[in-house]
């Protein structure tokens, strides 16, 4: 099936159908997402990784309902007005749970970012001269002169 005649699938089905697809995306989206926000605060760094797939998988299923319901939003607001609005409200806890996701993922990165730098500082004052140079003085500790790789999954 061709991305016009998905479109096209999406935006025929009955009104009260798209709306309950779309809800149903939506809420399963709020729970992964709610469920990675735990992990993360927990420090289930890998866990929470282990969630991304089908995250963005229930992220695109959704954001392709949700733009047929923009699409079709006149004939569902004539015929699924319960539904659309129970939607739009589902849409409210979605961008809520979002801000707090991105939250707790600007907060992880923010440590992991951090416990890096304290690790490459340590490294290079563990491999830094402890000897004078030919003046007389012990050199200046040079930041980021010891290397250390990192492999990012976060």
Do not use: W
């Given at each position: 099936?061709?991305?016009?005649?998905?479109?096209?699938?999406?935006?025929?089905?009955?009104?009260?159908?798209?709306?309950?697809?779309?809800?149903?995306?939506?809420?399963?989206?709020?729970?992964?997402?709610?469920?990675e926000?735990?992990?993360?605060?927990?420090?289930?760094?890998?866990?929470?990784?282990?969630?991304?797939?089908?995250?963005?998988?229930?992220?695109?299923d959704?954001?392709?309902?949700?733009?047929?319901?923009q699409?079709?939003?006149?004939?569902?607001?004539?015929?699924?007005?319960?539904?659309?609005?129970?939607?739009?409200?589902?849409?409210?806890?979605?961008?809520?749970?979002m801000?707090?996701?991105?939250?707790?993922?600007?907060?992880?990165?923010?440590?992991?970012?951090?416990?890096?730098?304290?690790?490459?500082?340590?490294?290079?004052?563990?491999?830094?001269?402890?000897?004078?140079?030919?003046?007389?003085?012990?050199?200046?500790?040079?930041?980021?002169?010891?290397?250390?790789?990192?492999?990012?999954?976060l």
């Amino acid at each position: 099936m061709s991305a016009a005649e998905r479109l096209a699938a999406l935006d025929d089905m009955p009104a009260t159908e798209l709306c309950a697809s779309a809800e149903a995306a939506l809420n399963e989206l709020v729970a992964i997402m709610n469920e990675e926000t735990t992990l993360l605060r927990a420090g289930s760094f890998r866990q929470a990784s282990h969630l991304t797939p089908e995250k963005t998988r229930l992220a695109q299923d959704y954001v392709g309902l949700a733009r047929s319901v923009q699409r079709q939003i006149a004939r569902l607001r004539e015929e699924a007005p319960v539904e659309l609005d129970r939607l739009q409200n589902g849409h409210e806890r979605l961008a809520t749970q979002m801000a707090e996701n991105l939250k707790v993922i600007a907060s992880a990165r923010n440590l992991t970012d951090t416990l890096l730098t304290e690790t490459a500082n340590v490294v290079a004052a563990r491999e830094r001269t402890r000897t004078y140079d030919e003046s007389g003085t012990i050199p200046a500790v040079t930041q980021g002169s010891a290397g250390i790789a990192i492999r990012k999954t976060l």
